[in-house]
């Protein structure tokens, strides 16, 4: 049992990361096994209350950081989740575009969900994994990632709500150059056999909801380049900076079925957190400038706040149903 007291496992006690791993593990198990295990539609009073518990959880686990690791940890895990709660947000309207491309029943949405899900917390292990590698080794690489968020930030502001068209996405068209892919869904299956009208042989087809799951996938890599500089930004610590992405993504899938019926009434919502990435970035130069060893946690975490509530109220109004 001393061992996994004692045994740091990238800079933090293995046990530790074994209940951080225990934790996400039986919640994934308890979500699919139990809440989910037959094909139905989540409504949006279902969303809301899943949504809420993912977050008193993240919220929960933070306060487990804050007595183990100290306030500075705390605050700075709080930072990270509300942050990469905030960027997941805008990852809703990519989903919300692919379902409907697609035509994907809210039935179905779960599945191709849930599987996304896991893929996002293989991939931001690897990329945080590799960021923290970077960090340790050169620095200097956290004034790379700053001014890639400043960048990034006044790209999203200066594009605006700009969208690319699906049709057109080189990975879809890949997709379906390389792939049989049938014209309809087959339930929630990723894969079918069919006979080929060509060959008259029995061959494997991927179905339209699998190639929702594939750019599903692929959207979260464009998102999770944003998301590991701006969390590596608050914090270099790798426990928090994993701990508070997968928490504040594990209840992404779940508050997808909410948001997805009020998009339009979060219309300034990316502007907001095109505002959040150039001040996450900044924080380092100002740090620097004013010779400070560090950005305060809190101030971080209260100004994260304001610009998130400024986004949020703000998109409110503008979008209030007009009165007679």
């Not at 074994?18 to 094909?39: N, S």
């Not at 947000?89 to 409907?100: E, M, P, W």
């Not at 035509?103 to 949405?109: C, E, F, K, L, S």
């Not at 975490?301 to 979008?319: C, D, E, N, P």
């Amino acid at each position: 049992m001393d061992i996994f007291v004692s045994t740091l496992f990238l800079g933090q006690p293995l046990w530790m990361w074994l209940a951080f791993i225990g934790i996400v593990a039986t919640l994934l198990a308890f979500d699919l096994g139990i809440l989910h295990r037959k094909t139905r539609e989540i409504g949006v009073r279902e969303s809301l209350l899943l949504s809420s518990v993912y977050i008193v959880l993240g919220l929960g686990f933070g306060g487990f950081v804050w007595l183990q690791l100290g306030s500075q940890a705390g605050v700075e895990y709080l930072t990270g989740f509300v942050v990469e709660k905030s960027l997941a947000l805008d990852n809703v309207f990519v989903i919300a575009l692919i379902f409907s491309f697609f035509a994907i029943p809210r039935a179905y949405q779960h599945r191709v969900l849930f599987w996304g899900i896991l893929g996002a917390i293989a991939l931001r292990a690897v990329m945080i994994g590799f960021g923290a590698a970077l960090v340790s080794e050169f620095h200097w690489v956290l004034y790379i990632f700053a001014a890639f968020l400043i960048l990034t930030g006044i790209k999203m502001l200066w594009l605006g709500d700009k969208e690319s068209d699906l049709a057109d996405n080189p990975v879809l068209k890949f997709m379906q150059r390389r792939f049989k892919v049938t014209e309809k869904l087959h339930g929630q299956n990723f894969f079918v056999r069919q006979m080929d009208g060509k060959s008259g042989r029995l061959v494997s087809y991927v179905t339209p909801l699998f190639m929702a799951l594939v750019l599903i996938e692929i959207a979260d890599v464009v998102f999770a380049v944003d998301s590991v500089p701006a969390i590596f930004a608050i914090t270099t610590d790798p426990y928090l900076v994993y701990t508070s992405n997968i928490f504040a993504i594990l209840g992404l899938r779940a508050l997808y079925f909410a948001l997805a019926a009020i998009l339009h009434r979060f219309a300034y919502l990316k502007q907001a957190l095109a505002i959040l990435l150039v001040f996450i970035g900044s924080k380092i130069f100002v740090a620097d400038f004013l010779g400070w060893e560090k950005f305060p946690a809190s101030w971080s975490l209260g100004v994260t706040f304001a610009i998130l509530a400024a986004g949020v109220l703000y998109s409110l109004w503008r979008t209030r149903p007009a009165t007679a």
